[in-house]
Each structure stands twice: as C-alpha cells, then as structure tokens.
T-cell receptor, first 113, second 112 residues
Framework: NAGVMQNPRHLVRRRGQEARLRCSPM?????VYWYRQLPEEGLKFMVY????????ESGMPKERFSAEFPKEGPSILRIQQVVRGDSAAYFC???????????FGAGTRLSVL | GEDVEQSLFLSVREGDSSVINCTYT??????LYWYKQEPGAGLQLLTY?????DMKQDQRLTVLLNKKDKHLSLRIADTQTGDSAIYFC????????????FGGGTRLMVKP
C-alpha cells in the first residue's frame, strides 16, 4: 500500500506564474488535508477536503489559492500569480475517516524566484 | 485560538535519554501526536496519545500527558544519532474536521 504521494517534490516558479501541487492520498482514504510550512516554522493548516467537496478552508489565503479533490484523480492545490512569500514546503495528509490518524506525504518545496 | 508551544532546541549525547516538551492551550484536545521530520523529508508519525490517557510506551518512546497542566512530553530512551531530527507536537482541538495544530518543532541534536 503506497503512502501519500505528492508531486513534484521540488517546484521553482517565477513571480506571477502559477503553481500546481498534486497529492494522491493513500488507498482507501477519502479525507485530504493541506498544510504549509514556512522556513524554520511548524506546519499550518490550510484546507480540508473530501471527495468533490471543500469542508474547511479557514486556513487558506483568500486570494490566489484554491484547492480541489475531484471524484477521479489527485487533490490539487493551485497558487496563482505566485509571490516570494509563497515559498514554503506544502504538505498533504490523508486519513480514512474524520477521527483517524493523518498520514503525511513527503511534501512539495516551492521556491519563487 | 489554539496554541502549541515547544522549545526550539535540545542537544544530548548518544546513549542518553532525550525529553522533548510541549504545552498546549486547547483543553478540548482529543488526540495529541508526535511527528518526526528529517531534513528535506515529510513528517513521520511517531506516536500519539488519547486525551484520557496519562502515559503511553512504545519501545524506546514514552509519552506523558498532564492534562491539568496541558503538558505533553516525549522521552526517547538510549538516544541514537539517527534520532537527530525535528520533532513536532500536534493536537486536534475541538474542530469538526480533525485538523492538526502544530508546535514550532524542537530540533534534537545527538552528539556521538
């Protein structure tokens, strides 16, 4: 059973470009969480999704950021018109149910030049 | 809001015990977790404790929970150089979605 898969592992973008980060949850997991880790800090919750639904996006910046978890395929975190402050590690976690342990992917490290 | 605090840094000698401490503010926490992060890697779940427990032991790891003081600790016995990493404490507060609130992480350095 493969773990949570995130790609790409590293992503370099210039200011103003778009970044797309992908997350495939563990098999059988229908709950996906995205977290952001700024340099030298802990992880901060961004958004919680179930298949085809955003359940809680209270940690997501109001502009430029969006997330989806379609019926088929991975969850996508999309950042439009990236700025240098978006440089961070973005982690995805999945769980089989709402009260279950979250398992993390290896993260995508975004660098904005 | 919820807040989780950890000391930034801990240095121990190989073979000694390490104790990493964490305090939290949310009294409705149901689960508390310890994750390990090695350089450039993701988070590895080490152990977790349910809020109605005082202690949990798993091989070299011992978790102690003082719910009255809202204090959580992770003890690593016989610390090895491979234990050098950042350790994050996390809790699920009273939120319907089970989202985790993380501490800032404690960097453990093990000297040979």
């Amino acid at each position: 059973n493969a773990g949570v898969m995130q790609n790409p592992r590293h992503l370099v973008r210039r200011r103003g470009q778009e970044a797309r980060l992908r997350c495939s949850p563990m098999k059988g997991h229908s709950h996906v969480y995205w977290y952001r880790q700024l340099p030298e800090e802990g992880l901060k919750f961004m958004v919680y999704l179930q298949k085809e639904n955003i359940i809680d996006e209270s940690g997501m910046p109001k502009e430029r950021f969006s997330a989806e978890f379609p019926k088929e395929g991975p969850s996508i975190l999309r950042i439009q018109q990236v700025v240098r402050g978006d440089s961070a590690a973005y982690f995805c976690a999945s769980s089989p149910g709402i009260a279950n342990i979250q398992y993390f992917g290896a993260g995508t490290r975004l660098s904005v030049l | 809001g919820e807040d989780v605090e950890q000391s930034l840094f801990l240095s121990v000698r190989e073979g000694d015990s390490s104790v990493i401490n964490c305090t939290y503010t949310d009294s409705s926490s149901t689960y508390l977790y310890w994750y390990k992060q090695e350089p450039g890697a993701g988070l590895q779940l080490l152990t977790y404790i349910f809020s109605n427990m005082d202690m949990k032991q798993d091989q070299r790891l011992t978790v102690l929970l003082n719910k009255k003081d809202k204090h959580l600790s992770l003890r690593i016995a016989d610390t090895q150089t491979g234990d050098s990493a950042i350790y994050f404490c996390a809790e699920t507060g009273d939120n319907a979605g089970n989202m985790l609130t993380f501490g800032g992480g404690t960097r453990l350095m093990v000297k040979p």
